[in-house]
């Protein structure tokens, strides 16, 4: 099974100029899959609560990049 995951809060992240993962990107991804012949791939409904990230991550991600990202993180006015 195929599933496609997202949140409209990504649209709102502003990664600058030329940036590959911009909010442009998920537009077209999402314009693309609107087509009829994806009409069968699922669009599970998550919420935040229900999702548990690091083994969302790690779909795509090796675990140091989380481990990386999460020491990166200031110590107040952010969390995942």
């Given at each position: 099974?195929?599933?496609?995951?997202?949140?409209?809060?990504?649209?709102?992240?502003?990664?600058?100029?030329?940036?590959?993962?911009?909010a442009d990107r998920l537009r077209a991804?999402?314009?693309?899959?609107?087509?009829?012949?994806?009409?069968?791939?699922?669009?599970?409904?998550?919420?935040?609560?229900?999702?548990?990230?690091?083994?969302?991550?790690?779909?795509?991600?090796?675990?140091?990049?989380?481990?990386?990202?999460?020491?990166?993180?200031?110590?107040?006015?952010?969390?995942?």
């Open positions: 099974m195929l599933a496609y995951f997202t949140h409209p809060d990504g649209l709102l992240h502003d990664t600058g100029f030329g940036h590959p993962e911009c991804i999402h314009d693309a899959l609107a087509s009829p012949k994806f009409s069968n791939l699922q669009r599970p409904t998550v919420t935040w609560e229900e999702a548990s990230i690091l083994p969302l991550i790690e779909l795509v991600h090796p675990r140091a990049h989380y481990q990386t990202l999460r020491a990166a993180l200031p110590s107040a006015g952010h969390s995942f």
